[in-house]
């Protein structure tokens, strides 16, 4: 009897000691600071092959953009990796030969697609969130120009630099 006498003042003390006691509250911020990215990915312009005085020939590369979103870019392109080459008129180069062709933001061939330098036109866009990829097409025309109907027979190859500025 005794025990269960001393257990109920214990358990009695504690718990007046429980609804006597006092609290306090804080809050505190939780923050973060998303910083805008692009990323950006380019398929293999391939022409098919080209035969001198045939007719000009032309394939499409796409230009994947992922940006976070609402982030305004703009796509630039170079003149290329081969000597010579510009913006206005690109080479492709086998050996010391040359094929000239460009690159247009249109399928009319009518806007050059580079770095808004001259005439050339530059793409831009909005990012729709990383995950989500916007796509631009890339029209390109190797004409049959004099120039070309005196190529050598080879492979002929050139490297465009991609620049997203955002």
Same mark, same amino acid.
């Given at each position: 009897?005794?025990?269960?006498? !001393?257990? &109920? @003042?214990? *358990?009695? /003390?504690?718990?007046? $000691?429980?609804?006597?006691?006092?609290?306090?509250? =804080?809050?505190?911020?939780?923050?973060?600071?998303?910083?805008?990215?692009?990323?950006?990915? !380019?398929? &293999? @312009?391939? *022409?098919? /092959?080209?035969?001198? $005085?045939?007719?000009?020939?032309?394939?499409?590369? =796409?230009?994947?953009?992922?940006?976070?979103?609402?982030?305004?870019?703009?796509?630039?392109?170079?003149?290329?990796?081969?000597?010579?080459?510009?913006?206005?008129?690109?080479?492709?180069?086998?050996?010391?030969?040359?094929?000239?062709?460009?690159?247009?933001?249109?399928?009319?061939?009518?806007?050059?697609?580079?770095?808004?330098?001259?005439?050339?036109?530059?793409?831009?866009?909005?990012?729709?969130?990383?995950?989500?990829?916007?796509?631009?097409?890339?029209?390109?025309?190797?004409?049959?120009?004099?120039?070309?109907?005196?190529?050598?027979?080879?492979?002929?190859?050139?490297?465009?630099?991609?620049?997203?500025?955002?």
């Amino acid at each position: 009897m005794r025990k269960i006498q !001393a257990m &109920t @003042l214990i *358990f009695g /003390a504690v718990w007046a $000691g429980v609804a006597g006691s006092a609290t306090t509250t =804080t809050t505190f911020a939780v923050t973060e600071s998303v910083q805008a990215t692009c990323s950006a990915t !380019a398929t &293999t @312009l391939a *022409f098919s /092959a080209y035969t001198p $005085g045939a007719g000009a020939i032309s394939n499409n590369s =796409t230009i994947s953009v992922k940006c976070t979103k609402n982030t305004p870019y703009t796509i630039s392109l170079n003149g290329g990796t081969t000597t010579g080459g510009t913006v206005a008129q690109r080479l492709m180069a086998s050996g010391a030969s040359k094929l000239q062709y460009n690159l247009f933001t249109t399928a009319a061939f009518n806007q050059i697609f580079g770095d808004g330098s001259g005439t050339s036109k530059t793409v831009a866009g909005t990012g729709a969130g990383v995950a989500t990829a916007n796509a631009v097409t890339v029209f390109g025309q190797l004409p049959d120009s004099a120039a070309n109907q005196a190529a050598v027979p080879g492979s002929y190859t050139d490297t465009i630099t991609v620049t997203v500025t955002y």
